[in-house]
């Protein structure tokens, strides 16, 4: 029963020590104004196990001097007394300080572990937060490879700066108590360590210092080599199909070299801060030690107050080596704090709830003067690709300067919600998650298999779903690896019709697949989306030919509008154009 008792007991304190909050508090503009105020707010959201860490973190640093103290007692009123009941007494309770000290710091490593495990949840719950509602505006604005860093690196480093709160609030308390009880002792010895650790700090700083800088400049690089990694890995089949793969290795093995230089720049003044952590204390110890030990010899203090110095000293390696790492592991996080906090400001569109424009259009873009009119497959046509994708992304408010137009009301002042159901952009570059073809194409919507068969019709895509095993339950590996490049393509477009949208807002939707398909592509959605507003950049003339309406853009500008018959005829500038496309295809 007292066995049961005290484990019981045992699992009320573990409960205790494990317990955490829940509640949200999500990062304000001031949290994310620098990286220290990012770290206060890491550190305020779990207030109580920082405090928590503190304590025990303060208990374990000062538990580490009581042993020498009682080692001393022992020396003096046992070994050189000659007594042996004395000697035993204050040898169990050495015993029983050390196993309580244990503890203790068993108890302050597993909280710290959780303040981190928490930070890092956190901040990335933040990132991840953030990033789903820039949504598809997110590629444009900064790197896969930045995220990614982000994501891994960034969190962890500046997660570890937290452990600051727990030890190094012990080592600052056990640093002023070992002082005093050594003033009591020497005022010359207590002198002496006081003097120390700013004579550390002096050492150090300039380490610190240059670690901030060029791990800046280290993570930069390491941003832009894991994107490189991403694209790679991403275009691996392609490179496989046209050769390209030992050229790409090559250059990803020159710039990975590089970025091995940046961080052997990093790491020379982090080794030096891991090097004096170590040596510098050891220096300290030695110093002290030698003057005690010529104070006893002269009958200043005696051998146990020798012996408790030398081991006041030793504990005095524990807080000032805390001291030490803590400060490189701020000047790490700064770095990354403020790779984090860079994502976290990115700017998002702001959420209306009021305004829902009625209808299908039509959808402007004053900036390159297109109009999309409500009820027309209308076609986007420019010598340079680039030019209709970034109206596209306009119309689609994934830019950020948008400021196109919906039934005459302004985008940014439409409902979110509404904005994202009623409009679909479909890129060729949308991600298609693993699940089976129903999952794949309803998206985010309920699943139906009628619709979901009309879709994948609409997108021409039937001869997909009849090669794989398992029709509608067949199942698509992550980012489609298992299709081609055109069936991809078409599982998108199915996709995208699937939500029924009264505007789409489509990127190349054809330009993976051959004439046949084509033609029938377009000649589907066109009868599919007769009541709606869709709207298809594109250079082939059969698609062309099916518009309803074709805009011609010059340097981004509107040059010519018109069906393809009539601007073959009266525009020579899309008759050449038109013409390098056919004999491209």
């Known amino acids: 029963?007292?066995?049961?008792?005290?484990?019981?007991?045992?699992?009320?304190?573990?409960?205790?020590?494990?317990?955490?909050?829940?509640?949200?508090?999500?990062?304000?503009?001031?949290?994310?104004?620098?990286?220290?105020?990012?770290?206060?707010?890491?550190?305020?959201?779990?207030?109580?196990?920082?405090?928590?860490?503190?304590?025990?973190?303060?208990?374990?640093?000062?538990?580490?001097?009581?042993?020498?103290?009682?080692?001393?007692?022992?020396?003096d009123r046992g070994l050189v007394a000659g007594n042996t009941g004395a000697l035993i007494r204050w040898a169990v309770v050495l015993l029983v300080v050390t196993v309580l000290n244990a503890l203790l710091g068993i108890a302050r490593h597993r909280t710290m572990t959780k303040v981190r495990m928490d930070a890092s949840f956190r901040a990335v719950r933040a990132a991840v937060e953030h990033t789903s509602r820039l949504g598809a505006s997110l590629p444009g604005r900064v790197s896969t490879g930045e995220v990614v860093t982000v994501g891994i690196s960034d969190v962890y480093t500046v997660a570890m700066a937290l452990t600051v709160a727990g030890p190094g609030v012990g080592a600052v308390v056990a640093y002023a108590v070992v002082a005093v009880v050594l003033f009591t002792t020497s005022p010359l010895l207590a002198a002496v360590v006081l003097a120390g650790v700013p004579l550390l700090a002096v050492a150090v700083g300039p380490f610190l210092h240059r670690i901030e800088r060029t791990g800046g400049e280290y993570r930069v690089h390491q941003g832009r080599l894991t994107t490189r990694l991403v694209d790679v890995l991403g275009g691996l089949r392609v490179l496989n199909g046209l050769g390209g793969k030992e050229f790409v290795?090559?250059?990803?093995e020159q710039q990975s070299q590089g970025l091995v230089g940046h961080g052997y720049r990093v790491a020379g003044?982090?080794?030096?801060?891991?090097?004096?952590?170590?040596?510098?204390?050891?220096?300290?110890?030695?110093?002290?030690?030698?003057?005690?030990?010529?104070?006893?010899?002269?009958?200043?203090?005696?051998?146990?107050?020798?012996?408790?110095?030398?081991?006041?000293?030793?504990?005095?390696?524990?807080?000032?080596?805390?001291?030490?790492?803590?400060?490189?592991?701020?000047?790490?996080?700064?770095?990354?704090?403020?790779?984090?906090?860079?994502?976290?400001?990115?700017?998002?569109?702001?959420?209306?709830?009021?305004?829902?424009?009625?209808?299908?259009?039509?959808?402007?873009?004053?900036?390159?003067?297109?109009?999309?009119?409500?009820g027309l497959l209308t076609a986007l046509v420019a010598a340079r690709p680039a030019e209709t994708r970034t109206v596209i992304e306009r119309l689609g408010q994934l830019s950020t300067d948008a400021r196109a137009t919906w039934a005459g009301v302004p985008i940014d002042d439409v409902a979110r919600e509404e904005f994202r159901r009623r409009l679909v952009v479909a890129d060729n570059d949308a991600e298609v998650f693993a699940g089976t073809v129903r999952d794949v194409v309803a998206g985010r919507l309920e699943p139906d298999d009628s619709r979901i068969r009309a879709a994948l019709r609409v997108a021409v895509a039937e001869d997909i779903v009849e090669a794989l095993p398992g029709g509608?339950?067949?199942?698509?590996?992550?980012?489609?690896?298992?299709?081609?490049?055109?069936?991809?393509?078409?599982?998108?477009?199915?996709?995208?019709?699937?939500?029924?949208?009264?505007?789409?807002?489509?990127?190349?939707?054809?330009?993976?697949?051959?004439?046949?398909?084509?033609?029938?592509?377009?000649?589907?959605?066109?009868?599919?989306?007769?009541?709606?507003?869709?709207?298809?950049?594109?250079?082939?003339?059969?698609?062309?030919?099916?518009?309803?309406?074709?805009?011609?853009?010059?340097?981004?500008?509107?040059?010519?509008?018109?069906?393809?018959?009539?601007?073959?005829?009266?525009?020579?500038?899309?008759?050449?154009?038109?013409?390098?496309?056919?004999d491209d295809r």
Not at 5 to 27: K, Q
Not at 45 to 68: D, E, N, Y
Not at 322 to 331: K, V, Y
């Open 1 to 75: 029963m007292t066995r049961d008792g005290g484990r019981r007991r045992t699992a009320r304190v573990r409960e205790w020590l494990d317990r955490t909050s829940e509640t949200r508090n999500p990062a304000t503009t001031n949290d994310l104004a620098g990286p220290f105020r990012f770290l206060f707010w890491l550190a305020r959201s779990q207030s109580r196990q920082i405090a928590l860490g503190g304590v025990l973190g303060t208990l374990w640093m000062v538990g580490l001097a009581v042993p020498p103290w009682v080692l001393s007692r022992a020396v």
């Open 472 to 582: 509608l339950d067949a199942t698509i590996a992550a980012g489609g690896s298992d299709l081609s490049g055109g069936q991809r393509q078409r599982i998108r477009l199915a996709r995208a019709v699937y939500a029924a949208p009264d505007v789409l807002l489509a990127v190349e939707p054809t330009s993976a697949v051959d004439a046949n398909t084509e033609a029938a592509m377009i000649d589907r959605i066109r009868e599919a989306r007769r009541d709606t507003t869709t709207v298809i950049t594109t250079s082939s003339p059969l698609v062309l030919d099916r518009a309803d309406e074709v805009v011609v853009l010059v340097d981004g500008k509107t040059s010519s509008i018109g069906t393809h018959a009539e601007l073959l005829r009266s525009d020579s500038y899309y008759r050449d154009l038109v013409s390098r496309a056919q």
């Open 249 to 252: 290795a090559e250059r990803y």
């Open 269 to 374: 003044p982090a080794s030096w801060v891991g090097a004096l952590s170590t040596g510098l204390p050891a220096l300290f110890l030695a110093a002290v030690v030698w003057l005690s030990a010529r104070m006893a010899a002269t009958g200043a203090i005696t051998i146990g107050d020798v012996v408790a110095v030398y081991g006041y000293v030793a504990v005095l390696v524990v807080p000032v080596s805390a001291f030490i790492e803590g400060g490189g592991d701020i000047a790490r996080a700064r770095v990354a704090g403020r790779r984090i906090i860079d994502l976290l400001n990115l700017p998002v569109a702001r959420r209306n709830d009021g305004v829902v424009p009625g209808g299908c259009g039509p959808l402007a873009d004053p900036a390159s003067g297109v109009m999309a009119r409500a």
